[in-house]
């Protein structure tokens, strides 16, 4: 938010069927995690976001981070360890550019060994459903994510979404964590998490879901500045 730069990417999985037409995640992925098929399939995802990271620092100088959702049911598998440590040693890319995004119910001995290898943590949708201030705890965190709920009605005059926000972001940065906005669509929206010194912005304000190739015109082009 400061800066205007490009902080990095998030890798979001998206299925095209030629007889169902676009399939949301919301209604693949709990299937994949039902039957277990989340973890072959977040595996493929997570090489392949590393392969990606690792062929855009090599050939743009990328610096920034690359975060990957992880579900509890891959992340809690007993080899999730094991292929994280592989990709990363098969890639060669820096640690502390690829980011593991997580939701709540993750066993803190996994995150812990996770942050030892120096790979950062991301607590997706904070502020929502089982979240709570207790996770700020024990949950060796690197990111917090303040939910686009809050974001929606951040601009409204004597808006509770906007104190609650502000209380949150003043706690992350007293504490040293990075906050990310999701959500953020308006240049109004944006003029108060400049005001509240949210750290950095998610949102179509910035940037729009888009394929790996334009993710490259944007790195290959230096518009780094957003």
């Known amino acids: 938010?400061?800066?205007?730069?490009?902080?990095?990417?998030?890798?979001?999985?998206?299925?095209?069927?030629?007889?169902l037409g676009y399939v949301s995640p919301?209604?693949?992925?709990?299937?994949?995690?039902?039957?277990r098929v989340i973890i072959p399939l977040g595996r493929w995802i997570l090489g392949t976001s590393c392969r990606t990271l690792r062929d855009w620092q090599e050939r743009f100088g990328f610096s920034g981070i690359m975060s990957v959702n992880v579900s509890p049911v891959q992340i809690?598998?007993?080899?999730f360890i094991e292929e994280l440590k592989y990709q990363l040693e098969e890639t060669?890319?820096?640690?502390?550019?690829l980011e593991i995004e997580i939701t709540e119910g993750i066993?803190?001995?996994?995150?812990?060994?996770?942050?030892?290898?120096?790979?950062?943590i991301s607590l997706d949708d904070f502020g929502t459903g089982y979240s709570s201030l207790s996770y700020l705890q024990f949950l060796p965190l690197t990111t917090l994510k303040i939910d686009k709920s809050f974001i929606a009605?951040?601009?409204?005059?004597?808006?509770?979404?906007?104190?609650?926000?502000?209380?949150?972001?003043?706690?992350?940065n007293k504490l040293g964590l990075d906050t990310i906005a999701e959500g953020v669509e308006t240049d109004e929206q944006l003029k108060v998490i400049q005001r509240i010194n949210c750290k950095t912005i998610q949102g179509f304000l910035t940037g729009r879901p888009m394929p790996a190739i334009d993710c490259e015109r944007l790195i290959a082009s230096g518009a780094?500045?957003?």
């Open 76 to 79: 809690q598998n007993t080899g």
């Open 26 to 35: 919301d209604k693949f992925i709990p299937l994949a995690e039902e039957t």
């Open 153 to 172: 009605n951040i601009t409204k005059d004597k808006s509770i979404e906007f104190d609650i926000t502000d209380a949150m972001v003043n706690l992350m």
């Open 224 to 226: 780094y500045v957003i």
């Open 92 to 97: 060669g890319i820096p640690p502390e550019t």
């Open 1 to 19: 938010v400061a800066s205007h730069r490009l902080r990095g990417f998030e890798a979001h999985v998206r299925w095209f069927d030629a007889d």
């Open 107 to 120: 066993l803190v001995k996994i995150l812990q060994e996770i942050r030892t290898l120096g790979v950062g």
